[in-house]
């Protein structure tokens, strides 16, 4: 199933599964996807901004350039999911589980720092540091 353009103000998608769709260049800002199964789906490009995410199954969904500005992810699961180019400023993501076992490449974090540029920074620091003497 092809939702391309699709634009919603709220779904409600509780615990309904939308595993594996593409949703791609969709337009689900506001949506109630909280508990939704959004496994494998297709999410690049979508606009989810202030959407409610909490709970919801995105393992392995491609979240590539997606916009989650302001979205809750609370309790989200994301191991797998692609989140490279995402923007998460203002999100939530409190005990959003597997963060670290998805890809974040250039991704935009909750306090508007780009990761990318923060581990590159946090690796020329400690690479400078003289190492120590005793």
Partial sequence: M??????IP??????HNLSGLDLSDCDLSG?????????????????????DLSG??????NLMGAD???S???????????LDHADLYSATIDNATQLKHCSKKHMTCPDGRNLTVELLKRKTLRSRKA????
């Fill in 2 to 7: 092809n939702l391309h353009q699709w634009t």
């Fill in 10 to 15: 709220a779904l409600e998608a509780e615990k």
């Fill in 31 to 51: 949506a109630d996807l909280s508990d939704a199964d959004l496994s494998g789906a297709d999410l690049s490009n979508t606009t989810l901004t202030g959407a």
């Fill in 56 to 61: 919801t199954d995105l393992s392995g969904a």
């Fill in 68 to 70: 989650l500005s302001l």
């Fill in 72 to 82: 809750n992810l609370q309790t989200a699961e994301l191991e797998g999911a692609i």
């Fill in 131 to 134: 190492p120590s003497t005793q």
